[in-house]
């Protein structure tokens, strides 16, 4: 089994900065692809940003130029570090992993953790 654990969520003004983590653990050979999404008030989840293993990364419209995703595959962990907040980032981030392992290879999701921009 994997485990996927994020953290670095809050409540931040308009303008303000946060950094997501997200730690995987458990039975894992390698992760390959790893992402961030969101889900906000009333909203279907979207695609935030992706990368590859080779760190190659693929970004929303919506987040380009304020986000930047990154990974330390020595330490199974993604990050997301957010810049320039508006109150539209507003959601649940969750973070994504293909983890290949002794079962073969599947995706896992974290719990989810929460991001208010608010003045």
């Known amino acids: 089994q994997v485990q996927l654990v994020e953290s670095g969520g809050g409540l931040v003004q308009p303008g303000g900065s946060l950094r997501l983590s997200c730690a995987a653990s458990?039975?894992?050979?390698?992760?390959?692809?790893m992402g961030w999404y969101r889900q906000g008030p009333g909203k279907q989840r979207e695609l935030v940003a992706t990368i590859t293993r080779g760190s190659s990364t693929n970004y929303a419209d919506s987040v380009k130029g304020r986000f930047t995703i990154s990974r330390d595959n020595s330490k199974n962990t993604v990050y997301l570090q957010m810049n320039s907040l508006k109150p539209e980032d507003t959601a649940v981030y969750y973070c994504?992993?293909?983890?290949?392992?002794?079962?073969?290879?599947?995706?896992?999701w974290g719990q989810g953790t929460q991001v208010t921009v608010s003045s």
């Open positions: 458990g039975s894992i050979f390698v992760i390959n692809g």
């Open positions: 994504n992993a293909e983890v290949l392992g002794p079962s073969g290879r599947r995706g896992y």
